[in-house]
């Protein structure tokens, strides 16, 4: 049996690395969930469209791009998207690459989140809104969309901790994430066990941060809660709204 000496230490002396790591990693995690959850709206809206040329265009690029593996899909991006559009390969540095291919992948996966969250939406909401005057747009942002991200937000949550996962691929485009400092670290400490005990615990906790954070989204979002978020707000009073269209005054003095 051979013996080993743990040299906790190195994980100390290393710690500033370390946290670098994890900033770059949530800071390219939270600058793709974003653009992924917006692209992924518009996608969703295709995907729901009663235009079937938008239907099929959003259905090809959801199963096209979750047909390929994301590592591909960066490689392509960062070695092949400069040529392609003729862009200089210095202005377009490893980070944007990152970004694009995380958004470009994780865009897909989230239209179907938040398609679902629309489809979960009884048809009666959006009927009973337009039926008291309410225009599309404002049935669509004050009464079903809200709806729908309360049903998309565990699902959206989900897909966040896969994107903080995904984003160790990034690294081997030189992007210094946290699988890559570890990495580095090992090949310069040769302390794979203690750096890669550090690396996972540091991914748990982003996990387990995640995991509140839609914890929090969630109960806000409960309709029995008054909460004051913005989109709460939103809801509450397009309900009101609603409620002051359909009752009819009981007087008939008052009509």
Do not use: C
């Amino acid at each position: 049996m051979i013996a080993y000496d743990f040299k906790w230490d190195a994980l100390f002396a290393n710690g500033d690395l370390l946290r670098a790591g994890l900033r770059y990693t949530l800071y390219l995690a939270t600058v793709s969930m974003v653009l992924a959850t917006g692209f992924g709206l518009v996608l969703a809206l295709m995907r729901t469209s009663r235009w079937w040329p938008l239907r099929w265009l959003a259905t090809i690029y959801i199963n096209v791009v979750r047909g390929v593996p994301l590592l591909v899909l960066l490689f392509w991006i960062y070695f092949g998207l400069p040529l392609f559009l003729g862009v200089d390969p210095a202005r377009f540095t490893n980070f944007r690459a990152g970004v694009v291919a995380l958004t470009v992948f994780h865009t897909a996966f989230m239209a179907e989140v938040i398609r679902a969250g629309l489809s979960a939406v009884p048809a009666g909401q959006r009927e009973a809104a337009l039926s008291v005057g309410m225009s599309r747009p404002r049935a669509f942002t004050s009464i079903i969309l809200p709806q729908a991200i309360r049903v998309a937000v565990p699902a959206a949550g989900n897909d966040f901790v896969g994107m903080v996962k995904d984003t160790s691929l990034v690294g081997i485009i030189g992007i210094f994430e946290l699988y890559r400092t570890g990495q580095t670290l090992v090949s310069d400490t040769f302390l794979p066990f203690e750096i890669w005990t550090a690396v996972s615990l540091l991914y748990i906790a982003i996990v387990f941060l995640i995991d509140l954070m839609v914890h929090l989204i969630e109960r806000r979002l409960r309709p029995s809660s008054r909460a004051r978020s913005v989109l709460a707000r939103r809801r509450n009073a397009a309900i009101d709204d609603v409620v002051r269209r359909i009752t009819v005054p009981t007087n008939p003095a008052m009509q």
